[in-house]
Every structure is written in C-alpha cells, then in structure tokens.
C-alpha cells in the first residue's frame, strides 16, 4: 500500500504548471456535437490543464504540495470530464427514445479498478501517460492507489460486472441496480498460515467514481402488519402498515461503453436513518441511545456478505435484499419513467433481470406497488409483473437455494408474504386443474415448504414469477430442468432457456494483457475488442513459427511482470523458468482445491522418496489464490494446509527450483489481471455436476493458458470450441458421479489400491508439513477419507494421468505454444458481448 501522508514532491516552489487558470486556456470548441456538455479536448495539452485545474480547483492543493492520493483523485475526475458528456448525453437519450431497459438486479457487483477501465474506454491511455509525466509524476503509482470496489464475492458479481460492460459498449439502455456496501468483501492476510480477514475500508480515501444523489431519496418500509378495508368503489384491498423505516440514497456511477460514447448508469443504494438521532435523548446525555437508530438503520449497506454459493439465514441480509430491490423498483416507476406512464404498458419499457436469486422479493414488491398502490386487479397485476421479471439461477448445489422462514419474511414484509400465499394457491390450483389428483407433484411445485419450518423457496418464487428462466452454462441449463426444477420444466418447457456465461475482453484481455492485445491487433486488426469471434482469424497463426515465437515472448514477458508485483505485493520470489500452474477461485469444497494439493503433494513425493529425478520433472510453479467464507472451516482449514505444504516445499533444498507453490493473499480482480495473462495452466477440477459454469475458465483460455479441467459448466463448452487436442481433460463425468453416489462413494478403497495416492495421503498426514503435528492436517486428510461428498480421491488417478499429458505437452514448446494460440483464437464465443446478445434474443426481447 502507498503511504499516502508522504506523496508530497521535494520541491515546494511553486512550479509553472502548478496553479491553472481558467479562462483563455480553456477554448470553448463548438465542433462537438455531444450535448450540453464540452469534454477537454484529447491533447496532452488540454489533460494537463484539466488535471491541474482539478488538483488546484477541485481537491484544493497545489502540485508541488499534493500528495499521491491528491493526484490520484486529481487524475480520475480528470478522466471523468472526458466521460461526462457522453453520460448527459446517453442519459437525455434514453428518456427521450422510450427504448426498453434492462433493470440488472444484483446484489452483487465485483468491479475491479475503475481508473484503468475509464482511460481505456475513452481511449485516453497513451494522452494520460504523458501528460503525467509532464508533470513529473509516476501514474504506475496513482493506478496503484486506487483500492478496488470488492462489492461481490467471487464470480457472479464479477458476472454483473462484465454484464453492464457488455451493455454499455453494444449502447443498450441499462440501468444495474445493487448495494453500495460500505465495506466490501474482507481484505485477507494470513497469520501462521491462517487466513485473517481484515475489512475493506474501500471508501476511506475518497471515491472518486460515485454521484451521491441524497435529493433522490427512497423511503423503505419493514415491519408492522397488514390489514384490509373497503375503497371508495367498495372493493376490498389490502394494506400495509409498517412500524420503521429507512432511507435509500442513490450513488450513480458511470459505466463507459468502449470508445463508442455510451455511459451507461450503475446506481448503487445506500442506507441512511429517517432520522439522524433523537435530540432529546441526546440532550438527556444518553448518547448511545440517541444514535440506536441511526446505527441499526446504516448496518444495512454496511458490509457485504462474505458468503459464496451458501445462503445465509441472517435477517440483516434479508433487509439487504428488500431494501435495495425496494429502492430501484421505486427509481424505476417513478423517477425514470415519464408522469403518468400507463403502467399496464411496463413491459415494453423494463425488464428486471434478477442475478440469482437475491432480489427476488421484487416479485411481490411489483405486486404490491400495482395492486396496493396504484389500484390494479390482481390477475392484471400478475400479468404484467411476470413479463417484468426474468430469473437467472447460478447453482447447482441444493444447499444454495435460498430459502426463508416464514415467520422472519412474515415479521419484516407482512404484506410481501401475504402477496406470496396468495400468488402460491394461485398457481398451485392451476397446477391441480392440469393434474388433477396429483398431489405429490402440487405439494413439491409449492413455493412454501412446510419442513423443518414452514419456509418461502425463493427460486420457485423466481420461477413461477419470471418470464424466463436460465442457466448459465449448456450443462448447467440441463441439470437445472433435469434436476433442480424438473416439475417446473415439464409444466413449462418453453420458459426454459441457456445462456452461457461470458466475460469482457476489455478488462480482461485488452487491460489486463496489453502485449498479447498489440500482438493479436498487428495481425488482425482491432475488431476484435468488440467482435471477439473475429480471434478466429489467428487460427493460421498457431502454425507460424515467428508468430509462435511472439506469441510464448509475450507469455515470458507477463510472467516477468507478475513475479515483479507478487515480490513488492507479497515479498513472494519465483523461478523464472517455469511452467506456470494456476488455480485461482473461492475456496469451496466442489471446487476441489484439495485435489490440486494432492496432485502437488504426490509431485513432490515422488522426488523426495527418489521415486523420480529432480531434473526429469518439469519444473512448475504452482500458484493459489482464494478466499474462503470465514465461517466455512473446512475451506479455513484447506488454506491452512495449502500455506503450510507451501512454505515446506519451498524451502526444500532437493525441490528448489523445481516446484515452488505461491499463495499470494487476497485475490481479486486486481490480482487476477496480473495472473492470468502470466498462466500457462488453468486449473478447472470442480465434480462434475457441481460448477454452474465458471467464469475464471474464459478468461485463461482467452489469455492463451491451457486448461486440465473436468467435464464440468463452462469447461464443456471450452473444450468443444478449442478441441481436444488442446485441452487436458479428466475425470468423471456427471452421469458417472451419479452412479457412484448410488453405489456408494468409499473413498478408503482408492487410498487402499492405489499406491501414489497413499504415499500421498501419508505424507500430507503425518506431520511433514505441519513440524510433526498431525492434528494440524488431520480435518482435510480425514474429511477426503471418509466422507468428502466431492469425491476427490475418485478422480485422484485420472488427474494425475492427465498431469502427466500436460508435461509431455510442455516439454515440445512448439506444440503447447501451437495449442496456446488455438484457445485464444476459438474462444471469442466467451465474450460478454455475446452473452448479452443471447439475453437480448432469448429473454429480454429487447
Ligand atoms: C473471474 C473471477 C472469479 C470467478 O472465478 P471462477 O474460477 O469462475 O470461480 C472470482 N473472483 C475473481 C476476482 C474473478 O475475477
């Protein structure tokens, strides 16, 4: 981290460039066309005079006397000038065209650095560079101020993200509503090998990305009960009278479109007390008690929830989820849509798309706002609500399906969980008429569940609410109609949809990789950043050998760089010839990073044991990044054990430079646009069955690394695209999981019959790891052995196999570099451009 209290420049002169005046320096120039608004022009020139002008004017300090968070702040309103027009101007057009907009409902937004994007989208890199150092100051510094927006856990926030990207480069009207958590996911560090979670005060040095808009206040209501009366048309209705409530505040951020002049809105809510403190209990000299209110109030966009893939029955998440999905339905109706707008036309105007289940309690907050506010019958209503709402699920694991009690939804949202009971009979007598008698199919189709307490499925609500519903990988969308919602799927097969996953190859290859992008538009122009099928003209390049040569120089290079930030990052020092092996995700039990320490474990004992020469293994570097959810102990427990074979390895004299394993804390999207353009092995190993698709597989395959990966999400799709040849598969495949698990998994038989996996598991067990503590490792080795419901031990063999077909791959430079730039020229499929064209075609009708 930067000392930020001793930025300052030695000199204290004032300089030349120190203090900009405003007036002739600043030309009003007409030509442009864009609105209300004129940006600098884009001249060195002009974006030194608008930085100093923000330095001087706006943080209030001169050059010679700011520090490197000043001039960082200075520098991103700077590039804000350059995106505001734009932005004024999308924001005018979208009110005026009536276009349909995609309401994005997501909790979550994992957003990565915002400097970068910005400079890259408004194709400002080459001016900023230089203009930066007329000024004398190192802008490789003010990026690295920049503390990265953590408000998302792992893939499906960085999903929402790379989705709004998409939209706003294709210029389709799209507003992405989430939480503007004041603290974001945890920072982890490691203590003894154990990962601490330390809080992500990302807002503590300024944020100069976000538009607070107090004036644009919402007001959410909780508790209370409901009650019915007569109208004055003698109809009975229903209303709620909540007993607390809060304030939602806005926080606009832009979201560029790439170099095409969109700037699409993100707006993020943040929680605020109706009333700040109550004077009289302060003035009484009770000040706790004066601010009680204020303090329960603001806890709601307080920090993000660091679970992934398991819900979390908490009741301050439940207040998460309502408040912000109260919030943006109200902006929506009665902030964007013009006065007075028919709302039995809404559809044609909105379609809220709901990431995962988190916001579905927007289902029956539509119905309340148009059946207890604006007077709509309820049939009406429903129509018009579920052409509203389309339903994305991210899982496949049925403990992440979330569900709330019915007494929680019932003390918080009385009304809401009257408008499900309501909604449920409904749709289960229409369910009865078309299988009359079948009463086990109606009770497994109800929204309520009745054991072990009566409780709301919110993906069922989802469903049944949403015009569509989709997965997110081909093989995920199966097993999501086979398995999670086969009742479903059969009484509606058309709502059914797959859309696979993507990712934007602005952030991801075009920033994160900048050589490999000059050497692939060299070739083939630039096309590709928007078009990213247009990759499948490198395809006759695999086959040139200069090209070849380029292609693994680039590869050495980003390595090279990545080594330079883990050794100032972590102090973390590495070979430099080396293949590199990465498995960077959330640290979740499906994802097996179990299997990969196993592999790593058996590598290294069969040098030690003399089993295999030193100098016949091919020399690797493994490297981990992952966080685990700090109340998931077997995830805390397998960072331990990854840290601790990591540190006895690495310190081995008879492995030195031969394996070296690095676990480098806190990843995120920072550090991943580091590692991945340096990999040249992308570890994809979750059960099959068991990843919806994965995102982090797109990226190193669009990166050029090579993936051993099993037959699982996303992988599926990859291995179809790049072919076989060019992909190390393993494993089993769902159908074969299945039937284990019918036959009954025995893990001890693999650990009887097969030697290395013993030789393996004793060494991980007896205590060479661990300074002779067995105990230490004793909960991940015993968790594998007995009941590990991953099968880890299953695919143990297979993996190693395939291990092996990745070294004789790597030893013929040519051939892996060859199969390298295949995956890179086959995977354009994966971008989020064309995730969001099969959105737009399938679900949105937009
Ligand atoms: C892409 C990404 C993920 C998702 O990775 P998977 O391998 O798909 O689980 C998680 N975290 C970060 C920081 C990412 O960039």
Not at 323 to 346: E, K, M, W
Not at 433 to 455: L, Y
Not at 613 to 624: H, L, Y
Not at 780 to 807: E, I, K, S
Request: net charge negative.
């Amino acid at each position: 981290m930067t000392d930020t209290s001793r930025g300052e420049y030695a000199s204290d002169e004032l300089q030349t460039t120190d203090v900009h005046r405003i007036g002739p320096t600043m030309p009003m120039s007409s030509e442009r066309a864009s609105g209300p608004v004129e940006a600098p022009d884009k001249t060195v020139e002009e974006f030194v005079a608008a930085f100093l002008n923000e330095l001087n004017f706006g943080q209030g300090v001169l050059l010679s006397r700011s520090t490197i968070n000043d001039q960082y702040l200075a520098l991103a309103r700077t590039v804000r000038q350059y995106l505001m027009a734009g932005w004024l101007e999308t924001g005018v057009q979208r009110r005026e065209s009536g276009r349909k907009t995609i309401g994005y409902l997501s909790a979550e937004y994992l957003l990565g650095r915002q400097l970068s994007n910005a400079l890259l989208a408004t194709d400002l890199q080459d001016i900023a560079d230089e203009a930066m150092k007329q000024c004398g100051i190192d802008i490789a510094a003010l990026r690295a101020q920049e503390i990265e927006p953590g408000l998302g856990n792992g893939g499906l926030g960085r999903l929402a993200a790379c989705f709004v990207d998409s939209l706003a480069t294709m210029d389709v009207p799209c507003i992405g509503y989430g939480i503007r958590y004041e603290y974001g996911i945890f920072r982890q560090t490691f203590e003894d090998n154990r990962q601490v979670e330390v809080p992500d005060s990302w807002l503590s040095l300024g944020s100069p990305w976000e538009f607070p808009h107090p004036e644009r206040q919402v007001r959410v209501d909780f508790g209370g009960r409901t009650e019915t009366y007569t109208d004055d048309q003698g109809r009975e209705r229903s209303r709620w009278i909540p007993d607390w409530n809060v304030l939602g505040i806005p926080y606009h951020h832009m979201v560029p479109g790439f170099r095409n002049g969109t700037v699409n809105t993100l707006r993020l809510w943040s929680a605020k007390a109706t009333q700040a403190f109550d004077l009289q209990i302060f003035n009484s000299g009770d000040y706790a008690a004066a601010v009680r209110a204020q303090t329960f109030a603001e806890n709601i966009s307080k920090v993000l929830y660091p679970e992934d893939s398991t819900p979390q029955g908490k009741e301050l998440r439940l207040q998460q989820q309502y408040f912000f999905v109260a919030c943006s339905l109200h902006d929506f109706i009665q902030n964007t849509l013009p006065q007075d707008f028919d709302l039995r036309r809404l559809p044609e105007r909105i379609i809220f798309q709901l990431n995962d289940t988190h916001p579905v309690i927007a289902i029956p907050e539509l119905m309340r706002i148009l059946v207890d506010r604006k007077g709509f019958d309820w049939d009406e209503a429903w129509d018009i609500t579920r052409q509203c709402f389309a339903y994305t699920c991210h899982t496949l694991l049925p403990e992440a399906l979330e569900v709330w009690s019915a007494e929680l939804l019932g003390r918080l949202l009385p009304r809401h969980l009257e408008i499900i009971y309501r909604i449920n009979k409904e749709f289960l007598e229409e369910v009865r008429e078309t299988f009359p008698g079948d009463e086990m199919r109606i009770r497994s189709m109800s929204i309520i569940a009745e054991h072990p307490e009566r409780s709301v499925r919110m993906a069922y609500l989802a469903t049944i609410g949403s015009s569509k519903v989709n997965g997110v990988a081909e093989l995920h969308s199966q097993l999501l109609r086979d398995k999670v919602l086969p009742e479903f799927s059969q009484y509606w097969t058309e709502k059914f949809t797959n859309v696979t996953n993507g990712i934007t190859p602005r952030r991801f290859v075009f920033l994160a990789n900048r050589r490999l992008s000059d050497l692939i538009t060299d070739k083939i122009g630039s096309g590709w950043v928007t078009d990213l099928e247009r990759l499948r003209d490198l395809e006759p390049y695999a086959d040139d050998a200069d090209f070849r040569a380029e292609f693994a120089a680039v590869k050495q290079a980003n390595k090279e760089r990545l080594f330079k930030v883990l050794q100032a990052r972590d102090g973390i020092e590495l070979p430099e010839h080396a293949m590199l092996d990465v498995m960077v995700k959330r640290l979740h039990e499906y994802k097996r990073q179990s299997l990969k320490l196993l592999h790593i474990v058996s590598t290294y004992e069969s040098i030690i044991s003399g089993r295999m020469r030193a100098e016949d293994a091919v020399p690797r570097t493994f490297v981990f990044g992952a966080k685990a959810a700090p109340g998931y102990h077997m995830a805390k427990e397998t960072i331990f054990l990854i840290n601790s074979v990591a540190a006895t390895i690495n310190a081995d004299e008879r492995v030195k430079d031969v394996l070296s394993v690095a676990f480098p804390a806190n990843y995120n999207v920072t550090l991943a646009e580091k590692l991945i353009p340096a990999a040249d092995l992308s570890e994809q190993i979750s059960l099959a069955g068991k990843e919806a698709s994965g995102t982090g597989n797109m990226k190193f395959a669009l990166n050029g690394a090579l993936t051993i990966g099993t037959d699982d999400g996303a992988n599926v799709e990859i291995r179809q695209l790049v072919g076989d040849d060019n992909f190390f598969l393993f494993g089993m495949t769902e159908p074969e999981v299945e039937q284990l698990r019918a036959e009954g998994y025995q893990p001890t038989s693999y650990y009887r019959s097969n030697d290395r996996l013993r030789a393996t598991i004793d060494l991980l067990a007896g205590g060479h790891f661990t300074r002779g503590d067995r105990a230490a490792s004793a909960q991940v080795v015993d968790n594998l052995l007995t009941q590990d419901p991953f099968m880890a031990l299953a695919d143990f063999q297979g993996y190693l196999d395939a291990q092996d077909r990745v070294d004789a791959v790597y030893r013929d430079t040519d051939a892996w570099t060859r199969s390298a730039i295949l995956n890179v020229a086959r995977s354009g499929f994966f971008s989020s451009d064309r995730s969001m064209r099969d959105y737009l075609d399938r679900i949105w009708n937009a």
